[in-house]
C-alpha cells in the first residue's frame, strides 16, 4: 500500500511542473487542443482569464469564448461562435495554418481565427493577464488576437482602430448577433451607436453619438484610436488630444476588474467588479450612454429598443423594458424586447363585414404613451370626440393622439418607438370582448365552404395582407420597386416548394389554407409545421431545417421591403451559415 502510494505521488510530481507551466505563462503550442467533454481550458498566466468552452443553460451547446476566471458568475468578454454554437463533442485545435480551428464531432468547421493560410507561420498561442488572445509567428510577431475582434466587450489596455465594431448579443442568453452596434467610423473617427435591420447588418443612422468633437472632419483632428487604458476611455486624435469618453471616471485597476460592454438592450455600459470577492458581489455600472434610450433615436428608420407595436420605459439603472399595450402580447413570449401583435384581427376588409365599427372596436385610454413616427393623418380643429369618432370608424387608424393644442393625430399599424410622451390623450383602439365577425370569417375552422364563400375569403385576406400571388405589395401601393420584390417573389416560391402546392389554391376546403403565405406563418407561429407539409416523413425527419427554410420564407414575404433580406443574406441562411432571427408577422394587419 505504501509503495503503491509512493508511485501515486511520484507520477503526480512528474506531472505537477507540466500542469504548473500551463497555468504560469499562458502559452500554448500547436497541436493543443479543447473539447466541450472534457470541462478544461487554457489559463492566462495569473489565472484572471480563462479560454475555452461555456456550455449555454444546460443545453448540448457551448460556446468558444474567453471569460473572467476568478468571480463567481465567470462573466464572458469574447465569443466567437454566436451565431453558430458549437455542438456536444465538438473541439478547438491550436493550428500552424489556420490558427484556432473550431470543428463539430463530424468534422464541420465552424469558425476559425483565419479565413487565409498562414502558410504554418503560426508557433503558439498565448492567454494574456489583459484577456487578449493572441498568435503569434516564432519571431514572437502577433498574426491574430482577440482584442482586434472583439464581440460585446472591451478590456483595459484594449484598443480599436477606427472601422471597428462592437455588437450587441440578441438576449441575455443569448450570443447571437442583436440589433445594436458601437461603431468607430472609418471615414471620420466618431463613435457611434446605431441598430441594424436583422437579419442583415446593414446600419441605421445613430441613436447616439459620442463625443462629437472627436469627428472633426480635419483629417489632422479626427479621431484615430479608442482607448481603454488604466486611466478612462477615451478617443486619441491624429493630433494627439485626448478626447475622454466616460466622463468624470478614474479607474483603480488594484483591487478591482473593469469592462464595458454593449449590451443586448442597446446601452454601453462600463462596470467594475472587486477582485477580492466574498461570493456575493456583482457587476456595479459606474458610466453608460445614452441615459434615455427610450428617448433617443433618430427617427423612423429604426424601430427603437423595443420591437413594433411596443412602449419603451426606462428604470432606474437606465436600463429599458418594453410592455405591450392593452390588447397586443408579445410576438414571442420567449423574447421581451421584440414585437407585439394585436390579439384580435383588423383590417379594412374585415371592417366593411359590419356596418357600424362601434360594433367591432372600443378606444382604450393609455397615460403617457406615444408612437412618434406612425403617423398618416392629422386633423387640426378636432375635438377630442371627433378625434375619437375618426378614428373608430376608419379601419386604417390603430391608435389616435389627442394633443393639447386639438389636433388629432391617427396612427396605423405597426406601430414604431413608443416610449414616454405626455404631450396629449392616447386612444389605442382594441376589439370589443363581445364582437363577431359575420359572414365567413365566423365559420369554423375545418368547415367545408361554397365556392362563393372561399373566393370571398381569398379577396379578403388579398386585401387585408397585400398579397397578390408572386407580386410584392410595393407595386400596388405607388411605392419604389427595388431588388427586394425579386426577394418577396423568392420567399413565395420557398413556400410553394416547401409545400408542394400553388400560392394561391382555390382547392382547399378550408379557408385559412387557400393563401399559402398566411396558412405558413400561421401554422409557423402556432408550431404546427407538420401540418404545413401534410405530416411529410422526409420533411419532418428534419425539423430542424424544415423550420429554417420556413422561417427564411417568411422573413422573404415581409411587407416592408426593409425587413426582407439581401439574395445573399437568403443564402447563407438557407445554408445555416448563419442564424435566423424569429421573423415578425408579414402584414401589420394579421394576428395568429
Request: one cysteine or more.
Amino acid at each position: 500500500m505504501a509503495l503503491s502510494l509512493a508511485h501515486t505521488l511520484f507520477f503526480f510530481l512528474l506531472l505537477l511542473p507540466t500542469f504548473a507551466v500551463a497555468q504560469t505563462n499562458g502559452k500554448i503550442t500547436v497541436g493543443d487542443s479543447l473539447s466541450t467533454t472534457n470541462n478544461s481550458s487554457w489559463l492566462s498566466p495569473s489565472g484572471d482569464f480563462a479560454f475555452g468552452f461555456r456550455q449555454l443553460n444546460g443545453s448540448d451547446f457551448f460556446l468558444l469564448s474567453i471569460w473572467y476566471n476568478k468571480i463567481p458568475d465567470r462573466t464572458i468578454v469574447w465569443y466567437a461562435n454566436g451565431d453558430k454554437l458549437a455542438p456536444r463533442g465538438s473541439k478547438v485545435e491550436l493550428t500552424a495554418d489556420r490558427g484556432l480551428v473550431l470543428t463539430s464531432s463530424q468534422g464541420e468547421e465552424l469558425w476559425t481565427s483565419s479565413d487565409q493560410s498562414l502558410a504554418g507561420a503560426v508557433a503558439f498561442g498565448v492567454m494574456n493577464d489583459t484577456g487578449n488572445f493572441v498568435l503569434q509567428d516564432s519571431n514572437f510577431k502577433n498574426l491574430w488576437q482577440s482584442f482586434q475582434h472583439p464581440s460585446d466587450t472591451m478590456l483595459p489596455t484594449q484598443i480599436m482602430e477606427r472601422g471597428g465594431v462592437l455588437s450587441s448579443r440578441q438576449s441575455e442568453t443569448s450570443f447571437s448577433k442583436g440589433r445594436f452596434q458601437l461603431r468607430f467610423l472609418q471615414e471620420a473617427g466618431i463613435l457611434v451607436l446605431n441598430t441594424i435591420n436583422l437579419p442583415t447588418v446593414d446600419p441605421n443612422g445613430p441613436y447616439y453619438q459620442i463625443n462629437s468633437t472627436a469627428g472633426d472632419l480635419n483629417t489632422s483632428n479626427s479621431g484615430k484610436q479608442l482607448v481603454f487604458n488604466a486611466s478612462n476611455i477615451y478617443i486619441l486624435r491624429e493630433n494627439d488630444e485626448r478626447i475622454t469618453v466616460a466622463d468624470g471616471t478614474i479607474l483603480n485597476w488594484n483591487n478591482q476588474y473593469f469592462r464595458v460592454t454593449l449590451n443586448f438592450d442597446g446601452i454601453f455600459t462600463l462596470y467594475f467588479h472587486p477582485k477580492t470577492s466574498a461570493g456575493n458581489e456583482s457587476w456595479t455600472a459606474i458610466w453608460s450612454r445614452p441615459d434615455n434610450i427610450c428617448q433617443d433615436n433618430p427617427g423612423e428608420s429604426m424601430t427603437g429598443v423595443c420591437g413594433y407595436n411596443s412602449v419603451c420605459k426606462i428604470n432606474q439603472d437606465k436600463r429599458p423594458k418594453c410592455e405591450c399595450p392593452t390588447g397586443y402580447s408579445l410576438l414571442d413570449p420567449n423574447d421581451p424586447y421584440g414585437s407585439c401583435k394585436p390579439d384580435f384581427r383588423q383590417g379594412c376588409n374585415e371592417d366593411e363585414l359590419s356596418s357600424k365599427q362601434d360594433d367591432l372596436y372600443r378606444l382604450v385610454v393609455l397615460a403617457d404613451t406615444n408612437w412618434p413616427f406612425s403617423d398618416y393623418m392629422k386633423l387640426p380643429d378636432f375635438t377630442e370626440e371627433n378625434c375619437k369618432n375618426s378614428c373608430l370608424q376608419d379601419c386604417m387608424c390603430a391608435v389616435a393622439i389627442f394633443s393639447f393644442n386639438n389636433i388629432c393625430w391617427k396612427k396605423k399599424l405597426p406601430l414604431s418607438n413608443g416610449r414616454f410622451d405626455n404631450k396629449g390623450k392616447v386612444f389605442i383602439k382594441v376589439r370589443k370582448d363581445n364582437s363577431t365577425l359575420p359572414g365567413p370569417l365566423q365559420n369554423p375552422v375545418g368547415k367545408k365552404k361554397n365556392q362563393d364563400g372561399l373566393i370571398l375569403v381569398v379577396q379578403t385576406h388579398t386585401a387585408i395582407r397585400g398579397t397578390k400571388g408572386y407580386v410584392a405589395p410595393e407595386w400596388f401601393r405607388n411605392m419604389p420597386i427595388t431588388a427586394k420584390v425579386d426577394v418577396y417573389s423568392f420567399g413565395v416560391m420557398l413556400l410553394e416548394i416547401i409545400c408542394c402546392r400553388r400560392c394561391v389554391d382555390m382547392e382547399f376546403g378550408e379557408e385559412d389554407k387557400a393563401i399559402l403565405t398566411d396558412w405558413a406563418y400561421d401554422c409557423f407561429q402556432e408550431g404546427t409545421l407538420d401540418v404545413l407539409v401534410g405530416y411529410d416523413r422526409e420533411a419532418m425527419d428534419d425539423m430542424e431545417k424544415l423550420e429554417r427554410f420556413v422561417k427564411v420564407a417568411i422573413w422573404c414575404i415581409q411587407e416592408g421591403p426593409s425587413l426582407r433580406p439581401t439574395m445573399r443574406k437568403v443564402t447563407h441562411m438557407l445554408e445555416g451559415v448563419v442564424d435566423v432571427p424569429i421573423p415578425p408577422c408579414p402584414s401589420p394587419f394579421t394576428t395568429a
